[in-house]
């Protein structure tokens, strides 16, 4: 069963509009949570994390905002750029090692 | 640096012969870890080294896979013998200490089972 869910297989932004990848898992327990970030032929990238004491992160263009009552993490990149095109894949855990990761969701960001 | 190399990038081979992922980390990082990606499942961590020693192979999803890290610079995945269900890409990471947020991983291996 998967405990953390990339319900949404893809996504397609025009430039310079919102993004927003969702993310939801099941496991109250997990209090850590990561986003990376992948490129075809490439390994992830980490792109931004957020423990479970805090409701928001921000790192430049990319926030993270996690709804612990709703088990839910999403991904805002505003504004979106053609760069930002990738597969972003979500992942939570109980400490800071052990993540379970979602199956990912392709960004595309059209130009 | 070169970052985390893994070699072959791809590999295609049959049902039932043994195959060999191999990875060098970037040096001075202490931790070792290998992932499997599937589109159904995602990635999942396999199992992780601290300074050459497996510590946690619980995911590892068989006998059939093994793994070692006889140096610092060097580990293998082993799958022997494969099957087609474990196609999918394989990934080595490297990290300085016990934190996702720090992992650099490797470009990944490609392998097919037919």
């Known amino acids: 069963d998967q405990q953390v869910k990339q319900n949404s297989p893809s996504l397609s932004v025009q430039e310079g509009r919102i993004s927003i990848l969702n993310c939801d898992y099941t496991?109250?327990?997990?209090?850590?949570f990561l986003w990376y970030k992948k490129y075809p032929a490439e390994g992830p990238t980490f792109l931004i994390s957020?423990?479970?004491?805090?409701d928001k992160n921000e790192d430049g263009r990319f926030t993270v905002f996690l709804n612990k009552s709703a088990k839910h993490l999403s991904l805002h990149i505003v504004p979106s750029q053609p760069g930002d095109s990738a597969v972003y894949f979500c992942?939570?855990?109980?400490?800071?090692?052990?993540?379970?990761f979602g199956t990912g969701t392709r960004l595309k960001v059209l130009a | 640096d070169a970052g985390v190399i893994q070699s072959p990038r791809h590999e295609v081979t049959e049902m039932g012969q043994e195959v060999t992922l191999r990875c060098k980390p970037i040096?001075?990082?202490?931790?070792l870890f290998w992932y499997r990606q599937t589109m159904m499942r995602g990635l999942e961590l396999l199992i992780y080294f601290n300074n050459n020693v497996p510590i946690d192979d619980s995911g590892m999803p068989e006998d059939r896979f093994s793994a070692k890290m006889p140096n610092a610079s060097f580990s293998t995945l082993k799958i022997q013998p494969s099957e087609p269900r474990d196609s999918a890409v394989y990934f080595c990471a490297s990290s300085p200490q016990l934190s996702a947020d720090t992992q650099y991983f490797g470009p990944g291996t490609r392998l097919t089972v037919l």
């Open positions: 496991n109250s327990m997990f209090d850590y």
């Open positions: 992942a939570a855990s109980r400490g800071t090692y052990k993540y379970i």
């Open positions: 040096s001075g990082h202490d931790y």
């Open positions: 957020i423990s479970s004491i805090k």
